[in-house]
RNA sequence: GUGGGUAUAGCUCAGCCGGUUAGAGCGUCAGGUUGUGGCCCUGAAGGCCGAGGGUUCGAGUCCCUCUACUCACCCCA
């Protein structure tokens, strides 16, 4: 291994052609469940001034405190690499007058994000994220759609074994007593709980009820949930969510432990978890929130939406042995043995191509027999042999590779043999 | 930021208690008679054994330091 060779930065992860594939049709899902669902791309910049994340994202979150990406430019603007988009998406919706639209407005976005994070599996400092919101409604029927986008995405992939984590985490109205409740009852179990739970006590008390720490289960299982806590309004759409869900069929489980790390969220919060990646299990989070719009200098605007990691959504389709579309090799392959058959293939190869024909050559004359193993390599259907004989009758050698017959044809013929669909090759 | 694991060919990995020219499979390239792929056979190219230091007559192998990768925690997609 050379040693003063460039690596690519920590956590920072090439795709190479051979996972294109993957990527080409969970691509291919997201279009197509996009359609269906009538939501419209917008494409975000990577990155936006400083402050847009820190008070869209909030400060005290994790993301803000310790896992952006930021600089200043030569102005000396701060500037952030997005590390999610929902902050990005409502800037854009404030600022493009999108209020005047027909409410709701339906958003999607895909792109690659950055936190500056220790990788591990399934978690990396760019990833990619497909990313939907729908601004504008606090219709609890709103929040199921966006649920279901998900939902029909997975399936539409063929994951198995998808399970839907669903709580609600108040507003501002009802949360404040809430966490003061919360706060009470683990006063009494300080010597009972970790170490982390001992500051989260003081600096974020919701993140008390998602410790992992074996010591500090029963002290979580025994918590007051938020839900018996939520104020009217919350109470109503809570429980108008789970009415629609029901009446869906989608099987979800209420989880009052799942809190997410975001400011921004309000009521609504979900997550769908698939099994094996590594630690995580989060494919997709999401949820509803109603105060972001203000705290970004907008008027009142309600929101909910999800984003969803196609790492992990691909992670998750290798373990779970998802069927995808092979990618097809090019339709023709070009084989000259000599230096002036070579140039008639050219030639060849370029009308094919202007006729919308997938064709490659070989290069750097090498037998026979090398090209034909190369042409097999590529996946190629067909090659055409080029050689000293037919050059001199003006015609062609035509080989199918998956029964290996083969036959001559005149050069003119070559195109439209190819533009008329197959044409059998055995004689 | 905190722990654990690993580092030998392009890839996946062998290399026993330290001992001579460092191995395999896959991949690449070439050949297996006249211009024909896949399977099979043969051969070749490709390694300062992650870096630096130490112990030793002798280090891929033992010790120390560093670095990178990796898994996990925190947190998240």
């Known amino acids: 291994m050379a040693r003063n060779q460039f690596r690519s930065p920590k956590g920072i992860r090439d795709v190479l052609p051979e996972e294109q594939p993957y990527w080409q049709h969970v691509e291919s899902v997201i279009r197509e469940t996009v359609r269906l669902f009538g939501y419209d791309r917008l494409d975000l ?46 800037r854009a919706y404030l600022q493009n007058g999108m209020a005047s639209l027909p409410k709701p407005v339906k958003l999607w976005s895909a792109g690659p994000v950055f936190r500056y994070e220790r990788p591990q599996a399934g978690r990396f400092r760019q990833h990619t994220q497909f990313n939907v919101e729908a601004i504008g409604d606090q219709d609890p029927a709103l929040d199921v759609e966006i649920m279901s986008v998900a939902w029909h995405l997975y399936k539409s992939l063929g994951f198995k074994n998808l399970s839907f ?33 001992g500051k989260r006590l003081q600096k974020n008390p919701l993140r008390l009820l998602d410790c992992k720490q074996d010591q500090c289960q029963p002290v979580i299982r025994n918590a007051p949930p938020m839900v018996e806590m939520l104020c009217q309004e919350c109470s109503v759409h809570f429980h108008a969510l789970r009415t629609y869900l029901d009446e869906l069929g989608r099987p979800y489980q209420l989880n009052n432990r799942l ?10 919060v979900f997550e769908v978890w698939a099994q094996d990646i590594g630690a995580q299990n989060a494919v997709c989070g999401g949820g509803r929130y109603d105060g972001l719009a203000e705290v970004l200098g907008g008027p009142p605007t309600p929101g909910v939406g999800f984003a969803s990691g196609l790492e992990r959504i691909i992670l998750t389709m290798k373990e779970q042995n998802v069927e995808i579309p092979q990618v097809p090799g090019p339709r023709v392959f070009l084989a000259a043995q000599t230096e002036s058959a070579n140039r008639v293939i050219v030639r060849m190869l370029s009308d094919l191509r202007e006729a919308g024909i997938a064709g490659v050559m070989g290069f750097g004359g090498r037998s026979l027999k090398a090209r034909l193993r190369e042409a097999n390599r590529r996946g190629a259907r067909y090659v055409l042999i080029l050689g000293e004989s ?27 043999f190819f533009k008329e669909g197959d044409g059998s090759v055995s004689s």
Request: hydrophobic share 30%.
């Open 45 to 90: 910049p990577v990155f936006e001034e400083t402050a847009l994340f820190q008070r869209g994202v909030g400060e005290g979150t994790d993301i803000v405190d310790k896992e952006m990406y930021t600089f200043t430019d030569r102005s000396d603007t701060s500037i952030t690499l997005r590390p999610e988009f929902t902050a990005g998406t409502m």
């Open 165 to 197: 984590q669903v709580n609600s985490i108040g507003c501002a109205r009802c949360r404040p007593g809430y966490l003061h409740t919360l706060v009470v009852y683990y006063k009494d179990h300080v010597k009972e709980i970790c170490d982390d739970c």
């Open 259 to 268: 809190v997410r790390g975001l400011d921004y969220y309000t009521k609504t």
């Open 390 to 416: 037919e050059l001199s009758r003006k015609r062609i050698q035509i080989k199918n590779m998956q029964g290996g017959e083969q036959r001559e044809i005149a050069f003119e013929e070559v195109v439209s």
